[in-house]
């Protein structure tokens, strides 16, 4: 996607002078470095930011802001760089702030069920520190992203319609703003009627009102019995109305994964499995032996009348993790399909009783497509992502990629859904938000001048200024 | 507790012909009608508005604000008069919006799990409309409290602990702005990362940022299997012990209230029941027969291991009701055993792995008061009440109240626990948001000054401008 254009300065040397005696060799403007910290993993441009800085500490993002602000020079904050939306583009040029040397992992309050991480801290690693606790952490968005990025991006993913996307389960978090100050946004406790949910207000604002610098997450006791399954139908409706069904009967399911017939092709092909290649459903259950079996039954009856196969079991922890791998690498799987072919993965969300209705009308509206492309999602939740699979050096495939992401977005917003369930808005889908919030949008922006007054968060991404 | 000092401009009168024009006789400057609407249920100090203006729709409300805006008059919304700190009370006069007109039902999506209402629609009157479809509500405070104000100021209640508060069970609001211009701030999909999360920022806000006039709502499947138990322990540490376990144990537990042994002998007394005079815990199981079994069992062993009792079962309906009624009750049941006395109700939250010990301080502190106090706690969110039940002819026994609720405060403070885990702000409690926000607080300051310049929405309520 084009660059939206937005006035670059360039940097103040003084600023770099001052950035490089805090930071030393900490402090980077080689151009690989700056080229390597401007894109994500999305289709959009990249922007280099001017210097990169790799920060130990709160303290020294508060010391590294406070430089920018008095030059009023932007601050991109950045943690694994695994970003859908363009998020850790310098669109303005600035300082980075690479805060995946921050990867310490404070406190685990077993008892409270809790943990208080750097922002630098993978999902993996906190779950690889906390394997003889008993005790996980959930949200798992696919990549190995840092639990900074995901609180900043709202994610979610697959675990999200049992355990909830990081709006529920970030309990606190330290917040360097726009001017240096540092503040933490809540308590330990679950629940607070203390003043405004400033935790709610940082976790999705992408780094435009502030640089997450620590996370309290909530964490779970993992489950005594966990099981996964995979299931094909004769048709996606079949599979949603499923899907749909499990819901609406309260059944507690962890995890309940679309693939389509392309996107199956896709990971047989890449993973080596020989799954049917046929709409299919991957599913989780966790709770105790007698419970998994209940769910399982249930959802197995479900599946049955919606004309749905035999389940597939995976129950030891290999199996499992084999079938799981599969679905995370749906993305690299889909472009292998076309060689030398580049990812444009999107992702809506609708209430679930439209799921079926939207996810046929884009499917039907990709079949007259030249450009090929791929369906996965977390339908549980009423989410799902299409990759476009693009011949870069064909422009019009660009095109033909937009208008598809535009249609599916103006059909999700017309369902009462939403332009983005989890990969957020960065500066692919800004535009999106003026119909979907209306009004809304102007108290966005009140609230973005109060905070960050001179627009050096992030600056282009969210609201536009 | 005496009023803080606020000025009080007398009301325009223009302003008040305005009013009446738009209104009619639904427009009130009665003395009685300003009187009402001036007090919640708190010990605080009411204080009256200047008039009361009851709305019918959004627009009304709009227009009303906008009228306000233009005079730069204050603002205060009203629902059902039930909060706890005061957050009602006109401190600087102004026209109070009584929303309970505001009681249409205007969506029930069944499939979806959700429903829209206007804000005066109360939770009983929600779960009776719902009586047919095999869905609940399930948040619950105790007071038949209104939607809207229940979002207002984050209500939780005794079944947080499985569905959690309104954070998490508001979908979307329908706001007045201070301008009187009105958003929306969502869509009905269950999850989105499109732009800073306004639903979680005006939930918990008290009426001071803008009037909430419609909320969407998420509801659940009634349980196949709802069972209810009683269990009295040696003592307080014992039963709250229990809970902590189950928590830990991640036992999906629907309710679990703790009742001290002065708050049964005062339901024993008021609700003419005969439970043994002791710490007791009620409990609530909801989900499948066979998951309801397995959940009673694993906590009869917690329990039996703590010293606790034979659980005593309420499985009807009826059954249920009358104990839930007894626990609803017992702030009218506790002020029952001291007739002529008034009630000061406060509550505290901490991390769970410290309740033991803050109630078991607390409990200490009270002890050698000679004001008779009751506590009742949803100890699985490591929440918990006091009510002082206070000789109002007695002003020390209001300065003793008031010392007690400070080191209260204090003690959860000191345990990463926060001054309010669901009564909210109000005035009562904003002087302890300086302690436990620190700067964060001047960034809600900021907030609330971008979206209410002149503060007129519920003026000296959560931050003092």
């Given at each position: 996607m084009p660059a939206p254009a937005l006035h670059r300065?360039?940097?103040?040397?003084?600023?770099?002078?001052?950035?490089?005696?805090?930071?030393?060799?900490?402090?980077?403007t080689a151009t690989a470095v700056c080229d390597h910290h401007g894109k994500d993993e999305s289709y959009h441009a990249p922007h280099s930011p001017d210097a990169v800085a790799f920060?130990?500490?709160?303290?020294?993002?508060?010391?590294?802001?406070?430089?920018?602000?008095?030059?009023?020079?932007?601050?991109?904050?950045?943690?694994?760089g695994t970003s859908l939306e363009g998020q850790v583009a310098a669109l303005a040029g600035g300082v980075c702030i690479d805060l995946s040397q921050m990867n310490q992992i404070l406190r685990v309050n077993v008892e409270d069920l809790d943990a208080v991480v750097q922002a630098g801290v993978t999902r993996k690693q906190l779950n690889e520190y906390l394997r003889d606790t008993g005790l996980f952490f959930?949200?798992?968005?696919?990549?190995?992203a840092s639990l900074g990025g995901m609180a900043a991006t709202r994610a979610s993913g697959t675990n999200a319609v049992r355990y909830g996307t990081m709006r529920e389960n970030v309990l606190a978090l330290t917040v360097v703003l726009a001017d240096g100050r540092v503040i933490r946004t809540a308590r330990r406790a679950r629940k607070s009627a203390a003043g405004y949910d400033l935790t709610r207000l940082f976790v999705g604002s992408e780094g435009t009102l502030g640089i997450i610098t620590e996370v309290t997450v909530r964490l779970y006791g993992i489950p005594d019995a966990i099981s996964a399954a995979v299931c094909?139908?004769?048709?996606?409706?079949?599979?949603?109305?499923?899907?749909?069904?499990?819901?609406?009967?309260?059944?507690?399911?962890?995890?309940?994964?679309?693939?389509?017939?392309?996107?199956?092709?896709?990971?047989?092909n890449y993973s080596k499995l020989n799954h049917k290649v046929a709409p299919t459903l991957f599913f989780e259950f966790h709770g105790s032996p007698a419970g998994v079996a209940e769910q399982a039954e249930t959802v197995k009856a479900i599946a049955s009348e919606h004309g749905g196969n035999e389940f597939r079991w995976a129950t030891t922890s290999?199996?499992?993790?084999?079938?799981?791998?599969?679905?995370?690498?749906?993305?690299?799987?889909?472009?292998?399909?076309?060689?030398?072919?580049?990812?444009?993965?999107?992702?809506?969300?609708?209430?679930?009783?439209?799921?079926?209705?939207?996810?046929?009308?884009?499917?039907?509206?990709?079949?007259?497509?030249?450009?090929?492309?791929?369906?996965?999602?977390?339908?549980?939740?009423?989410?799902?992502?299409?990759?476009?699979?693009?011949d870069p050096q064909q422009p019009e495939e660009i095109a033909e990629a937009g208008r598809l992401n535009d249609r599916m977005v103006a059909r999700a917003l017309a369902m009462e859904g939403t332009s983005t369930g989890e990969h957020g808005v960065g500066y692919g889908k800004m535009d999106f938000l003026v119909s979907e919030h209306g009004e809304a949008l102007s108290v966005m922006r009140s609230i973005k001048s109060a905070l960050d007054p001179d627009n050096i968060m992030n600056p282009g991404k969210i609201v536009r200024m």
């Open positions: 300065e360039p940097i103040d040397k003084s600023l770099l002078a001052q950035l490089h005696q805090l930071l030393g060799d900490r402090l980077s920060a130990h500490s709160t303290e020294e993002v508060s010391a590294i802001v406070k430089l920018c602000s008095d030059h009023k020079t932007p601050v991109i904050a950045f943690g694994t959930p949200i798992d968005p696919g990549a190995d094909d139908f004769p048709t996606i409706e079949d599979a949603v109305n499923s899907v749909i069904l499990t819901i609406q009967n309260g059944v507690p399911v962890a995890r309940i994964e679309l693939l389509d017939a392309a996107q199956m092709a896709a990971i047989n290999e199996e499992r993790s084999k079938l799981w791998q599969a679905r995370h690498d749906a993305y690299y799987a889909a472009l292998a399909q076309r060689p030398g072919s580049k990812g444009w993965a999107t992702d809506v969300c609708v209430p679930i009783s439209r799921l079926a209705e939207c996810i046929s009308e884009t499917k039907r509206d990709l079949a007259s497509s030249p450009v090929p492309s791929a369906l996965v999602g977390h339908v549980g939740d009423g989410n799902f992502h299409l990759v476009f699979m693009i």
